[in-house]
């Protein structure tokens, strides 16, 4: 009987041993979810303020554009992905975009839903400036000054050429923010901050490397108006070494698991013999820089070297250190972003030398404009920011209407050879069974409309696609799968090993816009 009690008495207290610790580990969550949730309702009242300004810079961005939007232009890899819908960002280890194409294309096949991912494009952008503005002002309300600042960052020639893309534009906007995003992150510890960049500068890798630059442009511009300020060397030498170690670990994480290697014609992703790193990694610098230097119209140049003066003249002015190494270290630090600028494209064998590429130069003027716009000196400095934001925005519409000017011209010349195709019956279903091959000679040009432009930059022709011609495989898809012509053998010379114009080919057809030539099975057209 005593034993029984004992086992009742047990079991109860064994039970209530139980119910305690249910209880306690409920009461744990509980506080641990209401601290997290206190916490992010602190980060949410934190950042509250970024809101209307993100979405005022949104909305100049969008407008910006509009044009661009309206062209409906398949820029250069588009075409093909609205044939194949394949996504192919894993042939440069950019995982992250492969993922994010298929939430927001909702299925992995990749169908035209444009405009939408150059909205989501321009969001991000948004947001991008908006960190980098409150990152070196503290500012809780921007201003017109700091909105022509960040007018670059988005507008600038050289992202006009990545939100052109239909499919790409939102993770080259994405790399951006990744790449400012740990900037929040300084003030919450030293292994949170590190963790921050090591992650951000990964992801940054992930979507698009040009923005391989941006993370050390922003950190170098803080680390000198620290150092203006008076701060503590300790300090801002613990910001340095910090974001330096976290930024190197992100980018040999990457290398190490995600990075294969390419080499192909226009890029080449290994490094050159260390013998020849400093050399061609300066040879590629002067390169970057003559295609700014002949792309950029005249009156651009001198509002960017304008800015670059005030801000070194601010940095002087404003600095509670020796004016004379304010101002040595001043010139020193734009002149380190500005190489850095151009990201990790410079050090490779073969860089890429695209306007695409070369965007972060448009991030290097947003952040001269942000140092002029938020200080109280140096108007001159803030008419000559607005006067290249202006500069810039009107060029997107310029550029915008020049896609869709080009898109008409080149779907004129297009079915104007298709016509005549027609007419010779070469398209017809009957003739499918025999053994047609096709070349291309020539190329369509660009729209006269174009061509008459002022030429006193080259920029347009950095960003506009090459016309339709024989050696961009790319520009022919348009020919041989948009009207159902797959059942001719598309022959280009360097696949085919045989330049049809050595044989002679009788004329079938001329025309002021092309010429037709064929015989057995071999057609050459010859574009105008």
């Known amino acids: 009987m005593q034993i029984v009690q004992k086992t009742k008495k047990s079991k109860n207290e064994t039970g209530k041993g139980m119910v305690v610790m249910i209880q306690n580990v409920i009461g744990r969550t509980s506080a641990k979810a209401a601290g997290f949730w206190k916490k992010r309702k602190e980060l949410a009242r934190q950042y509250k303020f970024m809101v209307k300004p993100c979405l005022l810079l949104a909305a100049i961005y969008t407008l910006a554009i509009s044009a661009l939007l309206r062209a409906n232009y398949n820029y250069r890899d588009d075409l093909k992905r609205v044939i194949s819908g394949r996504k192919g960002w894993e042939d440069y280890g950019r995982y992250l975009s492969n993922f994010l194409s298929s939430v927001i294309h909702a299925d992995s096949y990749l169908t035209d839903v444009s405009p939408l991912p150059q909205l989501i494009a321009v969001l991000f952008l948004a ?7 409150h990152s070196l002002s503290k500012k809780r309300k921007i201003s017109v000054w700091d909105l022509a600042a960040l007018v670059p960052l ?31 992150f300084i003030e919450r510890g ?22 391989s630059g941006i993370f050390p442009m922003l950190v170098l511009l803080l680390c000198m108006r620290l150092w203006n300020q008076g701060e503590d060397m300790q300090a801002i030498r613990k910001l340095a070494v910090t974001s330096a170690v976290g930024y190197l670990a992100g980018l040999m994480i990457f290398k190490l698991f995600l990075m294969p290697p390419s080499n192909r014609k226009y890029v080449v992703t290994s490094l050159p013999p260390w013998e020849r790193l400093i050399p061609e990694t300066a040879t590629h610098l002067a390169k970057y820089f003559s295609l700014i230097w002949e792309g950029f119209k005249q009156e651009w140049l001198i509002l960017i070297l304008c ?15 020796n004016k004379f190494a304010a101002a040595f270290l001043s010139v020193i630090t734009l002149s380190a972003m500005l190489l850095l600028s151009f990201g990790v494209y410079p050090v490779l064998s073969k860089p890429l030398f695209y306007a695409r590429a070369m965007y972060g130069f448009g991030v290097f003027i947003s952040l001269l404009g942000v140092c002029i716009s938020t200080s109280d000196k140096m108007y001159c400095g803030k008419l000559a920011c607005l006067a290249l934001g202006w500069c810039f925005f009107v060029f997107s519409f310029t550029y915008g209407n020049a896609l869709q000017i080009q898109e008409d011209y080149a779907k004129f010349r297009v079915e104007e050879v298709l016509d005549d195709l027609k007419d010779m019956d070469i398209m017809t279903p009957e003739n499918s069974h025999e053994k047609i091959s096709i070349q291309f000679s020539g190329a369509i040009g660009y729209a006269p409309a174009i061509k008459h432009m002022p030429k006193d930059s080259k920029i347009m022709d950095q960003l506009m696609p090459p016309p339709i011609s024989k050696f961009r495989y790319n520009e022919l898809y348009q020919f041989f799968f948009y009207y159902k012509l797959k059942h001719i053998r598309r022959n ?13 080919l009788p004329v079938l057809k001329d025309t002021i816009f092309h010429t037709i030539r064929g015989k057995d099975g071999c057609i050459l057209i010859e574009l105008k």
């Open 190 to 211: 030293t292994l949170t901050y590190l963790c921050a960049v090591t992650l951000g500068t990964f992801l940054m890798c992930a979507t698009y490397q040009a923005s």
């Open 154 to 184: 988005g507008v600038s020639p050289y992202f006009l050429a990545c939100i052109s893309y239909k499919y790409d534009s939102p993770y080259m906007a994405l790399s951006i923010f990744m790449s400012v995003l740990p900037i929040l």
């Open 492 to 504: 280009l010379p360097q696949d085919s090993g045989v330049d049809f114009k050595t044989y002679h």
């Open 127 to 133: 947001m991008s400036g908006i960190i980098l503005w």
């Open 307 to 321: 800015m670059a003066a005030a801000v070194i003249v601010v940095m002087i002015l404003d600095s509670k250190r």
